[in-house]
């Protein structure tokens, strides 16, 4: 008897952390299902500042400590912090003859509360020419909940 009530205890026990645990976990699916908007927005925008030549409000996407590294067949050829990197894309937006506009193609995303990866398909017109490629960004969420960039690796197709 003393076994028997103990065996039901232990599958009661087993039945609440199960139906806790699937509360969490319903939970934190519909936070993610939720992140990807957010991220996606932040993404269309760091797209859309860089495309307009506003190098303020591209900046603003990254954290200060932001580092970034361009890959090139399978060798890394570029790896900067922020500051020299803005300066660099600005640079290239000035001195270009051509008018460029970079737009997000694809998109996936994974989060929780605190961090993000995600991975944007891009398209770069530059005159007659386009070029395409990927980011793969690590982002986090700053004290003002805002999604920020910490580390971005990026390469041509």
């Given at each position: 008897m003393r076994r028997t009530r103990l065996t039901i205890l232990s599958l009661l026990?087993?039945?609440v952390a199960a139906a806790l645990g699937g509360g969490i976990a319903l939970w934190s699916a519909r936070h993610a299902e939720?992140?990807?908007?957010?991220?996606?927005?932040?993404?269309?925008?760091?797209?859309?500042t860089w495309s307009a030549?506003?190098?303020?409000g591209y900046k603003s996407h990254f954290d200060p400590d932001?580092?970034?590294?361009?890959v090139h067949e399978g060798e890394v050829v570029y790896v900067a912090s922020?500051?020299?990197?803005v300066a660099e894309q600005a640079k290239a937006i000035r001195?270009?003859?051509?008018?460029?506009v970079e737009r997000m193609t694809t998109f996936t995303a994974d989060a929780d509360a605190a961090a993000a990866q995600a991975t944007a398909g891009w398209?770069?017109?530059k005159g007659s020419r386009t070029v395409t490629g990927v980011d793969r960004f690590?982002?986090?969420?700053n004290p003002q909940r805002e999604w920020k960039i910490l580390f971005l690796v990026f390469y041509e197709r």
């Open positions: 026990g087993l039945l939720q992140a990807p908007a957010d991220i996606r927005q932040f993404l269309e925008s760091y797209f859309s030549g506003d190098m303020a932001a580092q970034i590294a361009m922020l500051e020299p990197f001195e270009s003859p051509e008018r460029m398209e770069l017109k690590t982002l986090i969420r």
